[in-house]
């Protein structure tokens, strides 16, 4: 059996290369809309909590994925930089680490390996690691370091 087994023979979703010129184009676009949400305060209380989130995370996390690391990274930069509650530096530090995940994890784990409706199921795990293992985690050690009480 060869070692490529179960490996799909297609080009990458979008056709973006790692350095390509559309696909910084796209991550460019994908991050200032990221950042729009965030200036523009569009945020969701979470009930029963101080916290806000907001609808950014569809951009980074969609824009990670369809242009990769690198534009993952420029995304996560553009979806941190602005934070309501005035963390900078912990934001950049959960969205670009969120922002790596993503465009790594999409085309090596799920768009290479599943068809669908497998791609629906492996892009809810996805998100949910960017989630649990980056954001989240990225946020609480963020706070620890750069903003010790």
């Given amino acids: 059996m060869p070692e490529d087994a179960g ?5 990458s979703p979008t056709g973006l290369s790692f350095f390509s ?4 184009l796209v991550a460019l676009a994908f991050g200032l809309a ?3 949400v965030v200036v523009a305060a ?3 209380p979470i009930r029963g909590t101080n916290v806000v989130t907001d609808p ?3 951009f980074t996390t969609t824009g990670a994925a369809l242009t990769g690391p690198l534009g993952g990274v420029l995304i996560g930069v553009l979806a941190g930089i602005r934070e309501p509650g005035g963390v900078v530096y912990a934001s950049l530090l959960a969205h670009i680490a969120g922002g790596l995940w993503m465009g790594l994890a999409y085309k090596k784990l799920v768009y ?3 068809d669908m409706p497998g791609i629906c199921g492996g ?3 996805l998100v949910l690691v960017y989630y649990y293992v980056f954001v989240i985690p990225g946020f609480v050690i963020g706070q620890s370091l750069f903003y010790p009480q």
């Fill in 7 to 11: 490996i799909k023979d297609q080009p």
């Fill in 21 to 24: 010129v559309k696909a910084l």
């Fill in 56 to 58: 950014r995370e569809i």
């Fill in 42 to 44: 569009l945020t969701i």
């Fill in 112 to 114: 290479r390996y599943l």
């Fill in 123 to 125: 892009w809810i795990v």
């Fill in 34 to 36: 990221a950042l729009a």
